[in-house]
């Protein structure tokens, strides 16, 4: 099952089966955007200016994968599943396995891998999803596999 | 061995050894920048307001992660290990084990992990290093285990 998710409806553990997928909204890479955070936060010719990027690994300008990470985290904030404490990960499996260009169109697919109910916490749970972050022509960007904290609609039942 | 590396020698695979360390400077949280990254990339309560974070599982405001792991960068290029053909990861383990707070003093610890010389492309090799944030209490408050793509000085040597 896909579904895409302005819904306003909390999301508990019981509320979630594995294999379910959500697909949020797009985001539009905007140069002057992903050039403003690589001066604040990346600051490598590769991610500044299109021609010193031409001679590097990256043959062009490219985003910072932590901004590549923070666009997809707006993604997900705005429109990616309506967990019911909101999105808390305590970290994961990330990759970057293509670059985001300037123009790029991205878009997070989350699916649910697995649903844990926490043993000495009766109010909660963990749900492990993978968001995959893909461009227009659905290439991966980026794949992050974390572990999200998800309380239970009726704790211990 | 531990080193501040504000160095302008630009390292090779060969000037690597395992068991290595190095120390960024340090970067303070600043909770108006805390605010407008949340605000931008990562809009839950948590993220934006006191009051709103204290009946959160965060206890209090705190940063994005992925604002963490943006500062992170930035202290690490400006002041991590200068590789040759800069900080290129792919991607990696990343956790964040506690929140960062507004007035958190961060600094970054690189360790290098394991050396891997490429054995299809003699120009290059692959790097795996912890990159360590810790905030002034000594703290880790993000670990990131990743492999950077490292050039070699003398190509198949």
Redesign the interface.
């Known amino acids: 099952m896909t579904q895409t998710s302005g819904a306003t409806a909390r999301l508990y553990l019981e509320d979630l089966t594995v294999g379910q997928r959500f697909v949020t909204g797009t985001k539009t890479v905007d140069e002057a955007e992903l050039k403003s ?1 690589a001066t ?7 991610h500044l200016d299109h021609e010193a990027a031409k001679s ?2 990256f043959g062009g300008l490219a985003a ?4 590549t ?3 997809t ?2 993604l997900i ?1 705005d429109g990616g599943p309506p967990f019911a ?13 293509k670059p985001t260009r300037p123009g790029d169109v991205l878009q997070v697919e989350t699916e649910i891998l697995e649903i844990t109910p926490s043993r000495s916490r009766p109010e909660r749970g963990t749900v492990t999803v993978r968001n995959d972050t893909r461009n227009q022509h659905g290439d991966i960007v980026q ?1 992050f596999v974390v572990k999200i ?1 998800v309380p239970r609609r009726t704790p211990g039942a």
């Open positions: 955070f604040t936060y990346d600051p490598q010719p590769f590097t690994m910072s994968g932590w901004h990470a923070a666009m985290m707006r904030v404490w909101g999105i808390i990960g305590g970290g994961g499996e990330l990759s970057w396995p794949s904290i």
